[in-house]
């Protein structure tokens, strides 16, 4: 059974800096897209970053552009999300999916981790 864990998260000032985290377990991990998604309340799901199974290419929404960063490790199965500069804006539940091809829609990951909840205070 594939599971993807994400840990990290929690609550920051603004101007601040959190790391997330997603480890996957349950199928091999290096050949697959991996993506970060945030969805705020009231709001759709949208695409934060994503990187390809190499590493080697990284997609960023205009919105984190030069704040955060996408990374990943496949020897230790695990996708990381560093965020800096962090603002109020950057409230959401952020999750980790993955997917056999480069998308950037979340419609088509089709496993995804449970959420973990970062809050940026003003």
């Known amino acids: 059974q594939v599971q993807l864990v994400e840990s990290g998260g929690g609550l920051v000032q603004a101007g601040g800096s959190l790391s997330v985290s997603c480890t996957v377990s349950g199928r091999t991990f290096s050949g697959y897209t991996m993506g970060w998604f945030r969805q705020a309340p009231g709001k759709e799901r949208e695409c934060v970053a994503v990187i390809n199974w190499r590493g080697s290419t990284k997609y960023y929404a205009d919105s984190v552009k030069g704040r955060f960063t996408i990374s990943r490790d496949n020897a230790k199965n695990t996708v990381y999300l560093q965020m800096n500069s962090l603002r109020p804006e950057d409230t959401a539940v952020y999750y980790c999916?993955?997917?056999?091809?480069?998308?950037?829609?979340?419609?088509?990951?089709?496993?995804w981790g449970q959420g973990t909840q970062v809050t940026v205070s003003s």
């Open positions: 999916a993955s997917n056999t091809k480069w998308a950037i829609s979340p419609t088509t990951y089709g496993y």
